[in-house]
């Protein structure tokens, strides 16, 4: 019972107070991570990110940092796979890895009375993984797996399609994930070689958010990273403006439905226009109901039960995307309003009541966004990634704020070009 007790605080710990200080600590072999102490709880989550990620694999091993990632807590140092996880679940130690195409992500939660151990564990996942044949097997069953089902999803279909259109003879246009017949020639050698090299201190981003001093944290920071490579031997990965084809690719699939990723160019992270974009879009189609492309397509009409926009700013290129699904009859009606909706954004903008609806919106939900310790430590971690300041979340409300009408306005007419719209439908789309 006690146990369990304990894993529901784990799981459901959340900082006492959104009003967050956040410290920088360096430890003495000069590791930097930044810190927001929370001892109302005995609960401790670390967020690291390796700046890189699957866009390193080389394009006949795309999948090879999610492979990695997937085995790190399968067996390390002294540990085989299931003494190590053993371990975990009986001192309830949440510990993962993850890739994106951009980095590459640890994950680590613990009670206090476990901290020491959970730190060295995480230690030994990242500097001694083992790659042994039984879990490298078993791991590579299961992404195949996946990847099998999903070859049958056709928003997974319509995803792989966009990239590849967008970003030809770039890292961007391999699937994060690989294919079946990329993730089958992984090997352990891959496996070692791409920790080695990925895994580097110049790379790594570091937040903790709990009960832990700033002392305490710097000697862990010397025990959990300093035997790392101090540089990766990875190659940098080129700039580069996305270039989607305008107009409709269509993969035909005997649905009922038709899935399509829609998209164009968008602005990088620190473009001055990012704020004006990020409010821009919250309105066009990143507010759920309150947007007006589900208005349109959605609520008056019937189309679709879900349609949306985003930004996406990754590290080497900015994309604004989208996504809907609608009945293959009335496809052809969808995209006209969507559209239309783009177009009206870039001539008219939006009105003053949509705008201060949205400041109020973004800035009075992110608070409600950061439900977790482990939450505001990745929030931590992705304010580094993206060099705002270690003072941002006393300045982001204000930055939301300064946002003005002819900012949004400027800001469409820069991104909203309907007939730049690339966009891949999977299905059998009537009426084009």
Do not use: C
């Amino acid at each position: 019972m006690r146990r369990l007790v304990l894993l529901l605080a784990l799981l459901l710990a959340s900082p006492s107070a959104w009003a967050v200080t956040v410290e920088k600590v360096v430890s003495a072999k000069g590791i930097e991570a930044w810190l927001v102490q929370d001892h109302s709880n005995p609960i401790i989550a670390m967020e690291v990110s390796f700046k890189g990620g699957a866009a390193n694999d080389p394009a006949p091993k795309a999948g090879l940092a999610s492979m990695a990632a997937a085995l790190l807590d399968e067996g390390a140092g002294p540990y085989d796979s299931q003494t190590f996880q053993q371990i975990l679940e009986d001192k309830v130690i949440s510990l993962g890895f993850s890739a994106a195409r951009d980095g590459f992500a640890g994950h680590l939660k613990t009670l206090t009375e476990n901290r020491d151990l959970a730190f060295d564990l995480f230690r030994l996942a990242l500097a001694q993984p083992r790659f042994d044949k039984e879990p490298v097997e078993r791991i590579r069953s299961q992404l195949l797996a996946g990847l099998l089902r999903e070859s049958q999803d056709p928003n997974a279909q319509a995803s792989r399609q966009w990239f590849q259109a967008a970003f030809p003879s770039h890292p961007y246009a391999n699937p994060p994930r690989g294919s079946v017949e990329t993730v089958k020639t992984i090997q352990g050698a891959d496996l070692r070689a791409f920790a080695k090299a990925q895994l580097s201190l110049d790379r790594l981003v570091v937040a903790v958010v709990g009960d832990i001093t700033p002392e305490q944290l710097a000697a862990l920071l010397d025990s959990s990273f300093a035997g790392l490579p101090a540089r990766s031997t990875l190659p940098a990965i080129p700039d580069k403006s996305a270039e989607p084809p305008p107009g409709i690719t269509v993969l035909p699939k005997g649905n009922p439905q038709t899935a399509a990723l829609f998209g164009s160019r968008g602005i990088l992270r620190n473009d001055p226009d990012w704020y004006a974009a990020y409010v821009m879009n919250y309105i066009l189609g990143g507010g759920g109901f309150s947007s007006r492309l589900t208005e349109e397509v959605r609520e008056k009409r019937g189309l679709a039960y879900s349609v949306y926009s985003y930004l996406m700013p990754y590290a080497h290129a900015g994309l604004i995307i989208g996504g809907v699904a609608t009945e293959n009859s009335r496809f052809s009606e969808s995209v006209r309003l969507i559209k239309e909706e783009f177009r009206r954004m870039r001539d008219d903008g939006p009105t003053e009541k949509e705008l201060a609806d949205a400041k109020t919106y973004l800035n009075g939900s992110f608070p409600l966004q950061q439900e977790s310790t482990s939450a505001v430590a990745g929030l931590l971690v992705q304010i580094q990634v993206d060099r705002l300041g270690i003072d941002f979340l006393d300045r982001r409300k204000e930055l939301i704020e300064a946002v003005s009408l002819e900012d949004v306005k400027r800001a469409a007419r820069r991104l909203l070009d309907p007939d730049a719209l690339s966009i891949v439908a999977v299905g059998k789309p009537a009426g084009l």
